[in-house]
């Protein structure tokens, strides 16, 4: 057992699934958990913690892994507030889904002898809160971890086999490329799943009976995405805006040929461009991380889960 206590710091969709898949493997003796709200705590306490605490300090105390999983603005202060109470020798990590700002606000106020290797799980599902976790979340799915230069090899090696058991596939890079490559796969496309989904609410001219009846279509998944936490993601946009505005960029200049094709009626373009980057999802399929079945593959919710 790599860690025989955990402490979870944030009670959502991540921390739940985490104490769900550590029960299943057997891969912890203790799940410590702490959030801002009682009945968060109340919540998990009845589904998955052993101990729910009223601060995040007492909660790490003598914790070997403690886990942040509260929204990436709200890491510095938890860091403060955790730094003085950490056992040495523990090893903390996050799970936010931007890292230089993560690095900056919890790094400089961790202790000497803590191993601070921050991660991100690129698993997640529209819900949130204590009840929306599920054991299998992390089944074949990519956990990055961005090791700082002077990580501790042994408290890395641990981490990766701890991931490893809740069936995580686990993988290393630097911050700044984790950063850049998330702005594509994750903020920006959930930035236009919003965009679309105002849109569609400011379009006075189709009523909002017409766009719920008809989504089951391309809106449909944009409003699935636009369903995610809004303080995730308003932290992500404001913490991770240099890679999200670059991106952007370039998804602009793009749009901008796609017009002109349209305007200009090229519709050798079109079925051209089509083409090419109906690639990128039958890379997808084989890759793992979907599959080529209707309603792209995605499973009913789980029954209980909100």
């Known amino acids: 057992m790599i860690y025989p206590r955990v402490a979870l710091i944030g009670l959502g969709l991540i921390a739940s699934s985490m104490a769900h898949a550590m029960r299943a493997a057997g891969m912890t003796s203790e799940i410590v958990g702490y959030a801002k709200s009682p009945e968060t705590r109340a919540v998990a306490k009845d589904l998955f913690c052993d101990r729910v605490t009223e601060t995040a300090a007492e909660a790490v105390k003598g914790a070997d ?66 009840r929306s976790g599920f054991a299998t979340l992390f089944h074949n799915r990519w ?67 017409e766009v719920i009846k008809y989504s089951a ?21 404001l913490t991770n805006k240099d890679a999200v505005l670059d991106i952007l ?23 051209a461009y089509f083409t090419r980057t109906r690639e990128i999802r039958r890379g997808i399929i084989e890759a793992g991380q979907d599959t080529a079945a209707p309603d792209f593959g995605r499973a009913a919710k789980p029954v209980g889960k909100a």
Do not use: C
């Open 65 to 130: 892994l403690v886990v942040l999983a509260v929204p990436v603005g709200a890491m510095g202060a938890i860091a403060e507030e955790i730094a003085p109470h950490l056992k040495r020798g523990a090893v903390v990590t996050d799970v936010g889904s931007v890292k230089q700002a993560v690095v900056d606000a919890v790094a400089p106020n961790l202790p000497k002898g803590v191993h601070f290797i921050p991660g991100h799980p690129l698993a997640g599902t529209e819900y949130s809160g204590p």
């Open 143 to 209: 956990w990055l971890l961005t090791p700082l230069p002077d990580t501790d090899a042994k408290a890395l090696a641990g981490l990766k086999d701890f991931l490893v058991s809740l069936g995580a596939n686990v993988d290393e890079m630097d911050v700044e490329r984790h950063d850049l490559v998330l702005a594509v796969v994750s903020h920006t496309p959930h930035l236009i799943a919003y965009t679309m989904v105002g849109v569609a609410d400011h379009m006075r001219r189709v009523s909002a009976q």
């Open 249 to 271: 960029g370039r998804f602009h200049e793009e749009l901008f040929v796609l017009q002109r094709a349209i305007r200009m009626g090229d519709g050798e373009h079109l079925h």
């Open 217 to 237: 279509s391309g809106f449909r998944d944009f409003t699935r995405i636009a369903a995610s936490d809004p303080t995730m993601w308003r932290d992500v946009f």
